[in-house]
């Protein structure tokens, strides 16, 4: 009931396409759901996050669409680059947990130019 | 802010040798979370403290690894005795945590590479 589910593992398009990750969980406690983006040798860093009393977040070129119902929610990359080759991390986590996170598996994104 | 400090960056060890992860979080923040990655299961919390206190050690392999915070801007991983299995790039993060939610702020990581 803990785990955040993430797919697909790696993900391959071309710039200017919108590459789509999904992550999907069981634990109707989790009320804070955050995107990591990771670049070789470097720690994750907060991308984008969204708290479940909205259905969708922008933040420039990131999107999070939240489906509540259905316990899932994905990134879209509108208009990807190159520079977004990246892994990227779903997490979520609850009021009260100290600010532990529960982290998705990753997705490796490859944007071709 | 320097950000949190993970040292060393980089670690060669033959097997069965003591081997001591160091972190400084950053300033202010009163959780800490230690993390390993390896390419077959991704990103895995180890354990977290709060308030320099373990909270949460469940993700400890085994009795190998060890994890202290004697004070808020200190904290350690040790592995004793280390094997090939445990090379790995191994994170530390920290928070500013109170009820709700804060983001976490990720160290460069230490690679690992035991022989």
């Known amino acids: 009931q803990q785990q955040v589910k993430q797919s697909p593992q790696s993900l391959i398009v071309q710039k200017g396409g919108i590459p789509i990750i999904n992550c999907a969980y069981e634990?109707?406690?989790?009320?804070?759901f955050p995107w990591y983006q990771q670049f070789p040798g470097k720690g994750p860093a907060l991308l984008i996050a969204i708290r479940p009393d909205v259905s969708e977040k922008k933040e420039g070129r990131f999107t999070i669409s939240f489906n509540k119902s259905a316990k899932q929610f994905s990134l879209h990359i509108m208009d990807s680059q190159p520079g977004d080759s990246a892994t990227y991390f779903c997490?979520?986590?609850?009021?009260?947990?100290?600010?532990?996170?529960?982290f998705g598996k990753g997705t490796k994104l490859s944007v071709k130019p | 802010d320097a950000g949190v400090i993970q040292s060393p960056r980089h670690e060669v060890t033959e097997m069965g040798q003591e081997v001591t992860l160091r972190c400084k979080p950053i300033?202010?923040?009163?959780?800490l979370f230690w993390y390993r990655q390896t390419m077959m299961r991704g990103l895995e919390l180890l354990i977290y403290?709060?308030?320099?206190?373990?909270?949460?050690d469940s993700g400890m392999p085994e009795d190998r690894f060890s994890a202290k915070m004697p004070n808020a801007s200190f904290s350690t991983l040790k592995i004793q005795p280390s094997e090939p299995r445990d090379s790995a790039v191994y994170f530390c993060?920290?928070?500013?945590?109170?009820?709700?939610?804060?983001?976490?702020?990720f160290g460069p990581g230490t690679r690992l590479t035991v022989t």
């Open positions: 634990n109707t406690a989790f009320d804070y």
């Open positions: 403290f709060n308030n320099n206190v373990p909270i949460d």
């Open positions: 300033s202010g923040h009163n959780s």
């Open positions: 993060a920290s928070s500013l945590a109170g009820g709700g939610h804060y983001e976490q702020y």
């Open positions: 997490a979520a986590s609850m009021w009260g947990s100290q600010g532990n996170l529960i």
